[in-house]
């Protein structure tokens, strides 16, 4: 069969699925906008208002049934790769910012590079291959315990980055640009703040990236350094990037803030029999011989702040390792001790012993965002 034939054969049976029954328009819309990507049309949000909605041409405002529809679109392809087309070998992929159709093999991943704005990372990517060619060529040392799990051939391992949604539109000094809002951490959020609010539709639009802090890039940093030596490999994705079923089909470690509606957190209270976070705060209680206490993570940072790591429990046989704290201070500093050899070997043997999950809070110091002091305040191991 040839390339184009199958790939109609697999528009044509997503058509008739169970996920797309009853939805005439994200059958219409799937169809178009295959026939534009054969045919290679440079697709932009006006041609397909005006081909496909039939919006006037000379129309002087935004129509977001174009952007509505095709975020409602590739809801439903995630949801039909899920459930019924879980095992089918090609997946139909609209890329975020795009309107074009692509075909991929169901078992590829994104790639460090389309995660990540590849100029800006240049640097420290060069830095990584300096020091893996480094590392290669030292005796590796035995597996950290702490580590085991994720150091495994029998399970992958993901590193989630979290990152932050943002709108681009005019920022406070008047220029365009990319703003953030707390309280709008998704493309359903987004759409639904500008229903609210109509002043706003024709000024803000979706981002074209996300974005991450230097914490990201550290973290990454790290754990390249500490995986090298075992000769072990790890995937990185973003957090606003990534599904439910993304964390259940690998061992994950997180590495990122309380805020930015974090996908970890549910993951987080399930594992731990002692502690629970909600918002800002994390609630120690219930245990047999140290008193209940409540910690509080201030969104305003100066130069102190909390910070927790826990390793639990996964779905599926696997493990996650979390580091959590509402700015880079925490995380930076915590990730930065728990992929060092020294004190990974001194944490495990003054705590953990027999246990194999655990959490731990710190408080860190810094300055300029930059750690300079940490302190372990107490390790629960369960």
């Known amino acids: 069969m040839q390339e184009n034939e199958k790939h109609d054969a697999i528009i044509a049976h997503l058509c008739k699925s169970k996920t797309f029954a009853n939805a005439p328009t994200s059958i219409a819309l799937l169809q178009y906008l295959y026939k534009a990507s054969v045919n290679q049309t440079d697709l932009k949000e006006s041609i397909i208002e005006w081909e496909f909605f039939g919006t006037q041409e000379n129309s002087t405002k935004s129509n977001p049934k174009v952007r509505v529809n095709v975020y409602n679109l590739r809801k439903k392809l995630t949801h039909y790769y899920q459930e019924e087309g879980k095992k089918e070998p090609y997946r139909v992929v609209i890329d975020k910012g795009q309107y074009l159709i692509r075909f991929e093999r169901s078992n590829e991943k994104s790639t460090l590079r389309s995660q990540f ?31 085991e799990p994720f150091l495994s051939d029998k399970t992958k391992t993901t590193l989630f980055i979290g990152d932050a949604f943002g709108m681009m539109g005019t920022t406070i000094t008047g220029n365009e640009g990319w703003t953030r809002d707390y309280s709008i951490n ?3 959020e987004f759409y639904t703040f500008c229903d609210s609010q109509p002043a706003f539709k024709n000024k803000l639009t979706p981002p074209a990236y996300a974005y991450t802090t230097q914490m990201g890039v550290f973290s990454a940093l790290n754990l390249q350094t500490l995986f090298t030596p075992y000769k072990h490999n790890f995937t990185v994705r973003f957090s606003s990037q990534t ?73 599926n046989n696997t493990c996650q390792l979390l580091f959590f704290s509402n700015h880079d201070i925490g995380v930076k500093s915590t990730f930065q001790y728990f992929t060092n050899q020294d004190s990974i070997k001194k944490f495990s043997d003054t705590y953990l012993q027999n246990h194999t999950s655990f959490t731990a809070i710190f408080r860190a ?12 305040l107490r390790v629960v191991t369960f």
Do not use: C, M
Request: charged residues 20%; proline residues 8%; without cysteine.
């Open 117 to 147: 704005n590849l100029g800006v990372l240049l640097p420290y990517l060069l830095l990584i291959v300096l020091l893996t060619a480094w590392i290669v060529n030292s005796i590796p040392p035995s597996k950290p315990k702490l580590w």
């Open 186 to 188: 998704s493309l359903e």
């Open 243 to 315: 599904t439910i079923a993304d964390i259940k089909e690998s061992n994950a470690i997180y590495a990122g803030t309380l805020k930015n509606n974090n996908p970890f957190i549910p993951f987080f209270n399930a594992g731990n029999p002692y502690f629970k976070l909600q918002d800002s705060l994390l609630t120690f209680s219930h245990h047999a011989s140290l008193r209940d206490t409540l910690y509080v993570f201030p969104y305003t940072v100066r130069d102190t702040e909390l910070a927790i790591v826990s390793k639990i429990k996964g779905p």
């Open 365 to 376: 110091k810094g300055v300029n965002r930059s750690d300079t002091e940490l302190k372990l």
